[in-house]
């Protein structure tokens, strides 16, 4: 016994010390894959189990449930001949629910278990299902068998196995540990993201932001929603993420283009026909309001409906019925309607193409999604984005723009077919880049390629400063700034108090940032008073807080400053009543 007691002592400070480097070298991310660690773990433990006979053991298994008690499943198996992960759920779920281990030294004349279905289909001779607790809550099972009847497990093994369990116990629980916090995270990215990017729309401008807003708004309301704007703005892409964050986002989404299909055509897809109905209507077919039964159905290009069908839809919208073609019976349908244009409808109203009760009845909530040229401050993000979706399947793989390049593509309007026509314009240059890179040269032969020799491919000039002076300035931005400022315009609208207070915010931010966000020393540096410094800096921030709708999180990320910093210094200055902005400066 006391052979047997030290070599227990001895295998166990053995494991504990593998697992503790294990745990050293334990990586968490994205990637966290729990099976892999636990296999690791049973790994361990297996190359340790040494029963006083010598003979080795068939099969092991790591059984877990998650801490949130929903699952239990082998977490990690080990087999001395094929990966078989199968086990006895009868022994398991007693040994989880009672606590205690389960010893069969003969499982299959164990008159506890000869109801278990699931035993006599394993042909188990012996084994082991010791519990693996975590303080007073068990979160797994330590499952062992062996199927040769010279060597069965006694009193001897179950307690070298129930020593062996304890000491692996904290690095399952670990695991599982790490398993939810990375399924949390994941569930919260993914949120987030849905939430934030409402689907694949992507950008941060003011233009875009105002937009996703709205949507979300739309999307928790079950009205008929009409999106407006240019061809390639997205219209349905905003359609299908109005309907993933809606109520009814587990329903059918079903699209239907008003464009391309004659009347004949457009009605059936719509509503459905019965048998003989038409030339070709060899059998009853259900249109996409039926199919769509619960969900979504988005009209695109609604402004080419003829009249009959304008007649037809102005039923759906306001009586929740259809008729197929060919049928005299009308059907109630619960669909909610989106539809789309690029048309301006109150003018073909006005024109007499579009019925103004249905456009009422459409425009019960309105979406505009703006041009790409309205928020070109999102053409880097969307260039990325692309970059990234098509870049990497290059060989070699491409990953960047050149600023030169980025300038160019955000100078341009897109007026052709807006990120459509900028998904193109990069797809393109990636296929025709020669390199890892897409410069200049890469979008000139582009621009060539596509037809548009007059594109801009060179960089704006900048304006001639004499040498070793710092600022290089944006020659074209400024014309179209002077350009565009209206005669009337306010004092604080023209270009010397716009260009005074956007240079001062961003040297005083950046002076800041270089004395740890300290107003005094940054106020030395910059040769004014703290007084002058700080009623600069809250010009900025005010700005800044304006043009972000408020959102203190975007502020803070155009000025690269941690939020905790920016909402002490938005007190500190007295913005939104924090505290009065006659405080010394700090």
């Not at 109150?346 to 505009?368: C, I, Q």
């Not at 004395?515 to 703290?530: M, Q, Y």
């Amino acid at each position: 016994m006391e052979k047997l007691d030290y070599r227990v002592r001895a295998v166990l400070a053995r494991v504990r010390s593998t697992l503790d480097r294990f745990s050293l070298r334990l990586e968490v991310d994205w990637n966290y894959d729990v099976r892999r660690v636990l296999e690791e773990i049973l790994a361990l433990a297996v190359g340790e189990l040494e029963f006083g006979d010598g003979a080795p053991v068939d099969r092991a298994l790591l059984i877990t449930q998650d801490l949130r008690g929903e699952r239990l499943e082998a977490g990690a198996g080990w087999s001395a001949q094929e990966e078989d992960l199968t086990f006895s759920r009868t022994i398991v779920d007693q040994t989880m629910q009672g606590g205690s281990s389960i010893l069969c030294e003969d499982a299959l004349d164990d008159p506890r278990f000869r109801s278990s279905e699931s035993l006599r289909g394993l042909q188990v001779l012996t084994l082991l299902s010791v519990p693996i607790r975590a303080g007073e809550e068990v979160i797994g099972a330590f499952y062992i068998e062996r199927r040769d009847a010279r060597h069965l497990f006694n009193e001897r093994d179950q307690a070298f196995v129930e020593a062996l369990a304890e000491t692996i116990a904290p690095a399952v629980r670990t695991a599982l540990i790490h398993q939810d916090h990375v399924r949390e995270l994941r569930e919260l990215r993914s949120k987030n993201e849905s939430t934030s990017r409402m689907g694949r729309i992507i950008g941060q401008s003011a233009a875009i932001s105002r937009t996703l807003d709205l949507a979300r708004t739309a999307a928790a309301l079950d009205r008929t929603v009409l999106i407006t704007g240019e061809s390639g703005v997205g219209k349905e892409l905003l359609a299908r993420a109005i309907h993933d964050q809606s109520s009814r986002s587990k329903k059918p989404f079903s699209v239907v283009d008003c464009s391309g299909l004659s009347e004949t055509l457009l009605e059936s897809e719509l509503f459905g026909h019965v048998k003989g109905s038409f030339t070709g209507a060899t059998e009853d077919r259900v249109g996409a309001f039926e199919a769509a039964e619960g969900g979504t159905v988005f009209l695109d290009e609604i402004s080419d409906a003829t009249g009959p069908m304008q007649q037809l839809l102005r039923r759906v919208l306001q009586e929740g019925e259809i008729r197929r073609v060919g049928d005299r019976q009308w059907r109630k349908v619960d669909v909610r309607v989106l539809c789309a244009t690029n048309r301006d409808l109150s003018e073909e109203v006005e024109k007499g193409n579009f019925l103004l009760d249905l456009f009422h009845r459409m425009h019960e909530f309105p979406l505009r999604i703006p041009p790409l040229r309205e928020r070109k401050e999102d053409i880097p993000l969307l260039t990325q984005y692309f970059v990234a979706l098509f870049g990497e399947n290059k060989n070699p793989p491409i990953g960047e723009v050149t600023p030169d390049a980025q300038t160019i593509l955000s100078r341009r309007d897109w007026k052709g077919n807006n990120v459509r026509e900028l998904r193109n314009v990069i797809r393109l240059c990636v296929d025709l880049a020669p390199g890892p890179v897409i410069d200049t040269s890469v979008l000139g032969r582009v621009f060539e390629v596509r037809g548009d020799p007059a594109a801009e491919v060179q960089s704006a000039p900048e304006i001639q400063v004499p040498a070793g002076t710092l600022l290089h300035i944006d020659r074209a931005g400024l014309s179209r700034l002077i350009e565009s400022t209206p005669e009337n315009a306010a004092k604080g609208k023209r270009p010397w108090a716009l260009l005074q207070r956007e240079f001062g915010g961003v040297l005083i931010t950046e002076t800041l940032r270089q004395t740890r966000w300290k107003l005094r020393p940054a106020a030395r540096i910059l040769g004014i008073s703290p007084v002058k410094l700080r009623q600069d800096f809250r010009v900025w921030i005010e700005h800044l807080l304006t043009v972000c709708h408020q959102d203190q999180q975007e502020v803070a990320t155009r000025l690269d400053m941690p939020i905790e910093m920016l909402v002490r210094k938005l007190e500190d200055l007295g913005i939104g009543g924090a505290a009065s902005a006659s405080q010394a400066p700090s």
